[in-house]
């Protein structure tokens, strides 16, 4: 009985190790469900390879790429297969798998869009034993905001006064969160004073605009931020600022303007009375020499026509 028992567990050890033995090298291993993000316009790569041990030619792989139920991609005895594929994804995948990469069954998908987010299985076939699906991924889309553009009141005299402060960002997905900041500190997204408008321009797309108003109580700096949460992406306005003045305070300003004008102005006539002043002195002595020296020519010229006479006059 002993010896029958020995023999019965030794059966069933080899039985275990040659089963253990079958699932290591025959079964593929599941990388199980993950997700991927993929820009709206762009490309996104969902992996896929086999990864059991024994080799294998690419003429005795059969598989396929599914997305809730629906044939996306699929390649059949060493050939690409588009007989049964999905109308939405047409000329629009990419597989990688060749000669000299049998098992990389990737998916490449171009010109991603908002209705490509699904959940997608890379089945394979290659026998009874060895089939099933590898690798389950959702795919996320996202596109990227423009950078938000802030846009403040016009009016200067704002002391107490309610003022609106407009930030906008264009061509994201998916809708946004709008932040505002007032002298650096976060205004709370509940508060009453964001009224925020999400439009969708096209199934794409999203634009967003947000109104923050503030009562002008003091100078005042303001600027918004926009996130997407998918891509973990937060773009940044630029930031503006608000002195806050009363009207006595820019009359005040407007009369010292005023002041300081007049003062420039009359420095400038005093500067021009004394330079023409200057120049005239200067004209009128060197109008002098010239008539000196006229004379002087003149006394020459007549010493030289009557020397006699000029002898007389000196004896």
Known sequence: MKVGSGTSKLKMTLALSTLILFAVVFIPQCVGEGSIIGIIGEAAILPCELNFMTPVSIEDIN????????????????????????KQYRNRTELFITELAPRNLSLKVSHISPNDRKVYECW????????????????????????????????????????????????????PKVH?????????????????????ISSEKYDVKSVLTINMTDDTSVYCTVENELLKEERKSTDIQYLVKTK????????????????????????????????????????????????????????????????????
């Open 180 to 200: 505002w900041f007032i002298n650096q500190k976060k205004v709370p997204p509940q508060s009453n004073r964001i009224n925020t408008t999400i439009t969708n």
């Open 63 to 86: 598989f396929e790429w599914r997305a809730e139920g629906d044939i996306v991609d699929a390649f059949v005895k060493g050939q690409h297969e588009l007989t049964n594929q999905e």
């Open 124 to 175: 394979f076939f290659i026998d009874e034993d060895r089939n099933g699906y590898l690798d389950k991924w959702l795919l996320k889309v996202a596109g990227h905001y423009s950078e938000p553009l802030i846009k403040g009141p016009a009016k200067t005299d704002l002391r107490n006064r309610d003022a609106d402060f407009i930030c906008a960002a264009t061509g994201g997905y998916p809708e």
């Open 248 to 315: 006595n305070e820019l009359h005040s300003g407007d009369r010292r303007h005023w002041w300081i004008a007049v003062i420039v102005a009359v420095a400038l006539l005093v500067i021009i009375v004394i330079v023409a002043a200057v120049f005239r002195s200067r004209n009128n002595s060197a109008s002098s020499g010239n008539n000196y020296d006229q004379a002087q020519q003149q006394v020459r010229t007549w010493n030289e026509q009557n020397p006699l006479q000029s002898i007389n006059a000196e004896d």
